[in-house]
């Protein structure tokens, strides 16, 4: 399982994320405070607040007052129905993603090997990048390492993590597993690699038609 802060699979909507977020929260702390929520789930304090509210008022939460002019938040029985309905959906989006992205994983890593393209570079810490991982490992291909300079970290699903793709030798090829800007990525990538052998899934809708150098 993933540990590591990093990009996620963005399988639900942001205003269904933060709700889900919210309401397990809840579930788990009943004297949370506003604040705590916005630092949780990474939102401004007024969204959090905003938040709060909506769910209240759907009849998702309830608040009682308790001493010291503090609130407790509890979750109501719709409030426990709207959370399984929501997990259910992220884990079913969750797994529509896993299986297209190993799927489009898969034929790049085919047509590695039918080029004879045998050391790979990933390009961007990330979901993406542990199930190319996975896939890898069926094709006559070596991972040698992820190029990621906002990576917080030194290594990725078992791979070493590099500033830069020039930090890293003897690349044949390079995959796009940026979620956060594959575009920029696979532009980069071309600045140190013949496009061609720049890869990205189809799902990402990468345009091939030139990175935008500086003139």
Known sequence: MVTESKPTIQAMDSEAEITLGLLNAVE?????????????????????NAY???????GYIKVRQI???RYAYYLTPKGFAEKSRLTAEYLSQSFKFFRLARGECEDLF???????????????????????TLCAREFPVTLIGVA?????????AGLPVYRDLTDMDGIDAAMVTDLLNPQGAFEEACRTLPPDRVLAPRFMRVSRQGPRLEK
Do not use: F, M, Y
């Open 67 to 69: 001493p010291r002019n």
């Open 28 to 48: 788990e702390n009943t004297s949370l405070t506003q604040r705590s929520v916005a630092k949780e789930l990474g939102i401004a304090l007024g969204l959090a």
């Open 110 to 132: 085919a047509l590695c090997a039918e080029h004879g393209w045998s050391n790979v570079a990933l390009i961007g810490v990330s979901d993406l990048g542990e199930i190319a």
């Open 148 to 156: 990621d300079a906002r990576a917080g970290t030194d290594s990725h």
């Open 52 to 58: 709060l509210k909506r769910c209240v008022k759907k």
